[in-house]
């Protein structure tokens, strides 16, 4: 609160100055931009994610969250501006340290539980073999809460279950950093708070930097150690916010309502 | 619920049964009224069904139109199957040879028949290549149109996985496509084994097609009626000995 004008989206990199001068960001965006023909999507998007940190994209629809997100998965390339990751410029393709959990839990239906989890592992090189495989993926079903649903198949599962078996194969890359693109924004409130706290346990267990995306303040609040807000039309930082609570924190304690009340003033 | 399932089976087992006897039935009262070379009488045609089956070229004739129906309907997969892919994943080929597959579907089996002759004549080749004319584009349109459904998201989902085209085609593609080449290649073998037989009556020197142009010939009427049979127990005992459980171990993981 002291010096001259900061841009408003800077004021909240202070507090975590720290973190970022030991390790070089998870995420780091410089300038990003990206139009689709004529509309004009993204405008010089800049943040980082520190390494173990975990910050929320919040923002109305069409404020370009997910062509964001996008982006940083290496799934579109941005037409200006530098993106690292790892403190690597990543320059298209996909990071082998990034995993992407899209908004449908997008499970395919011939595999079974275990199947599905061990799908991400099966691009890795060298091939990786069958038994491992199956150890990797059992392990990491348990720690969604579903050992023994490793034969099912996904139209015998519940959407919450559904949902743990798409983190599952989120995680069994063993990523340092989660991509989330609304991931439970089809759940019931009930299955998604549970969501929320295997998400954080799940966050203290391994080493992970988490981004997601989504359009529930609360949810922002619950998850994140910093909300970055955007604005639309085109896409850009409107403001970040420091989320400094402790965990867990639920909507209905006062000091929680009230950052949601704060943030939610600010969209 | 299993006694429920129990229950709807015995039940249509009993349906089954009814209506083979109520046929039967009906047969053996029609063939009382009727001479013998229009339509021979139940007994009559279990007595040439036996002599038939003890005959020295009955596993044979069997035999040869199988393999020919067989060897017609693997090449129409092998073609029709990754000409599908193709097709159903690259627009602009589908449009580019769209029509010629109208034309090819607008042709009757009877006619390529006449063409195999001209070019085959009896043989082997005559057959099988019969049945792959009529094979190849129910399989390649079938593929087609599952290559087409395959789900982008799904893809996304891969690629975000850093997999491979390769990849992407087994672990996405394939298994996509997998249930609308089975419903192709069931329609196909189908439609392959009836053709299978005119092609024979008209373009070859064995099998069951020729023997039933034979007995046609000579008035055979039972033995018509025995080869009739006999066709439609083995497709009876192919589509619930191999197809029916082939299909429920492949697809296993759909919802009922």
């Given at each position: 609160?002291?010096?001259?004008?900061?841009?408003?989206?800077?004021?909240?990199?202070?507090?975590?100055?720290?973190?970022?001068?030991?390790?070089?960001?998870?995420?780091?965006?410089?300038?990003?931009?990206?139009?689709?023909?004529?509309?004009?999507?993204?405008?010089?998007?800049?943040?980082?994610?520190?390494?173990?940190?975990?910050?929320?994209?919040?923002?109305?629809?069409?404020?370009?969250?997910?062509?964001?997100?996008?982006?940083?998965?290496?799934?579109?390339?941005?037409?200006?501006?530098?993106?690292?990751?790892?403190?690597?410029?990543?320059?298209?393709g996909?990071?082998p340290?990034?995993?992407?959990?899209?908004?449908?839990?997008?499970?395919?239906?011939?595999?079974?539980?275990?199947?599905?989890?061990?799908?991400?592992?099966?691009?890795?090189?060298p091939v990786l073999?069958?038994?491992?495989?199956?150890?990797?993926?059992d392990?990491?079903?348990?720690?969604?809460?579903?050992?023994?649903?490793g034969?099912?198949y996904?139209?015998?599962?519940?959407?919450?279950?559904?949902?743990?078996?798409?983190?599952?194969?989120s995680?069994?890359?063993?990523?340092?950093?989660?991509?989330?693109?609304?991931?439970?924004?089809?759940?019931?409130?009930?299955?998604?708070?549970?969501?929320?706290?295997?998400?954080?346990?799940?966050?203290?267990?391994?080493?992970?930097?988490?981004?997601?995306?989504?359009?529930?303040?609360?949810?922002?609040?619950?998850?994140?150690?910093?909300?970055?807000?955007?604005?639309?039309?085109?896409?850009?930082?409107?403001?970040?916010v420091?989320?400094?609570?402790?965990?867990?924190?639920?909507?209905?304690?006062?000091?929680?309502?009230?950052?949601?009340r704060?943030?939610?003033?600010?969209? | 619920?299993?006694?429920?399932?129990?229950?709807?089976?015995?039940?249509?087992?009993?349906?089954?049964?009814?209506?083979?006897?109520?046929?039967?039935?009906?047969?053996?009262?029609?063939?009382?009224?009727?001479?013998?070379?229009?339509?021979?009488?139940?007994?009559r045609?279990?007595?040439?069904?036996?002599?038939?089956?003890?005959?020295?070229?009955?596993?044979?004739?069997?035999?040869?139109?199988?393999?020919?129906?067989?060897?017609?309907?693997?090449?129409?997969?092998?073609?029709?199957?990754?000409?599908?892919?193709?097709?159903?994943?690259?627009?602009?080929?589908?449009?580019?040879?769209?029509?010629?597959?109208?034309?090819?579907?607008?042709?009757?089996?009877?006619?390529?028949?006449?063409?195999?002759?001209?070019?085959?004549?009896?043989?082997?080749a005559?057959?099988?290549?019969v049945?792959?004319?009529?094979a190849?584009?129910?399989?390649?349109t079938?593929?087609?149109?599952?290559?087409?459904?395959?789900?982008?998201?799904?893809?996304?989902?891969?690629?975000?996985?850093?997999?491979?085209?390769?990849?992407?085609?087994?672990?996405?593609?394939?298994?996509?496509?997998?249930?609308?080449?089975?419903?192709?290649?069931?329609?196909?073998?189908?439609?392959?084994?009836?053709?299978?037989?005119?092609?024979?009556?008209?373009g070859?020197?064995n099998?069951?097609?020729?023997?039933?142009?034979?007995?046609?010939?000579?008035?055979?009427?039972?033995?018509?009626?025995?080869?009739?049979?006999?066709?439609?127990?083995?497709?009876?005992?192919?589509?619930?000995?191999?197809?029916?459980?082939?299909?429920?171990?492949?697809?296993?993981?759909?919802?009922?």
């Amino acid at each position: 609160m002291s010096a001259p004008a900061i841009p408003p989206h800077a004021s909240a990199i202070p507090l975590h100055a720290p973190a970022v001068s030991l390790h070089a960001p998870a995420i780091s965006l410089d300038g990003v931009s990206k139009r689709f023909g004529d509309l004009q999507v993204l405008s010089d998007i800049r943040f980082d994610v520190a390494d173990g940190e975990s910050v929320a994209l919040l923002g109305t629809s069409g404020c370009g969250k997910s062509t964001l997100l996008n982006i940083i998965a290496g799934l579109l390339g941005p037409d200006a501006g530098v993106l690292s990751i790892n403190g690597q410029p990543a320059n298209g393709g996909q990071h082998p340290s990034l995993s992407y959990m899209f908004q449908e839990d997008r499970l395919l239906p011939w595999r079974t539980a275990r199947a599905n989890a061990e799908f991400g592992l099966e691009a890795a090189h060298p091939v990786l073999p069958a038994h491992e495989r199956h150890a990797l993926a059992d392990t990491v079903l348990q720690m969604v809460g579903l050992d023994g649903f490793g034969h099912v198949y996904p139209h015998q599962l519940s959407g919450g279950m559904r949902s743990r078996v798409a983190l599952a194969r989120s995680l069994v890359t063993a990523p340092r950093i989660l991509l989330m693109d609304e991931p439970f924004s089809k759940l019931d409130p009930q299955t998604r708070s549970q969501m929320h706290d295997e998400l954080l346990r799940i966050r203290s267990l391994r080493q992970v930097s988490v981004l997601f995306v989504t359009h529930d303040v609360e949810e922002a609040i619950v998850l994140a150690d910093r909300v970055i807000v955007l604005a639309p039309r085109p896409g850009r930082v409107r403001e970040i916010v420091t989320v400094d609570l402790p965990h867990p924190r639920k909507a209905t304690e006062p000091a929680v309502a009230e950052a949601i009340r704060q943030l939610r003033l600010l969209i | 619920m299993p006694n429920a399932t129990r229950f709807s089976r015995t039940t249509t087992v009993a349906q089954r049964c009814t209506l083979f006897v109520v046929l039967l039935a009906l047969w053996w009262l029609a063939s009382l009224r009727m001479p013998t070379f229009v339509l021979p009488g139940p007994q009559r045609v279990a007595l040439a069904l036996i002599a038939l089956m003890h005959s020295r070229t009955f596993l044979p004739d069997l035999g040869i139109t199988l393999w020919r129906v067989v060897a017609g309907f693997v090449l129409a997969a092998v073609v029709g199957g990754p000409l599908g892919i193709v097709l159903g994943s690259n627009r602009t080929a589908a449009q580019l040879f769209e029509p010629l597959l109208s034309i090819v579907n607008t042709v009757s089996s009877a006619i390529w028949a006449v063409f195999a002759i001209i070019w085959f004549g009896i043989s082997n080749a005559t057959t099988i290549f019969v049945v792959f004319m009529t094979a190849m584009p129910l399989i390649l349109t079938n593929v087609w149109k599952g290559a087409q459904t395959v789900d982008r998201q799904y893809v996304e989902l891969a690629r975000s996985f850093r997999m491979s085209p390769a990849q992407i085609m087994r672990k996405i593609y394939l298994p996509t496509i997998l249930p609308h080449f089975f419903a192709g290649a069931r329609l196909a073998f189908g439609f392959g084994w009836r053709v299978s037989l005119v092609a024979e009556t008209i373009g070859s020197s064995n099998g069951i097609g020729y023997r039933l142009r034979q007995a046609a010939d000579l008035v055979q009427t039972d033995q018509v009626f025995a080869w009739t049979v006999t066709l439609v127990v083995l497709m009876l005992i192919l589509e619930g000995g191999v197809l029916k459980p082939v299909e429920r171990r492949l697809f296993r993981w759909k919802k009922d």
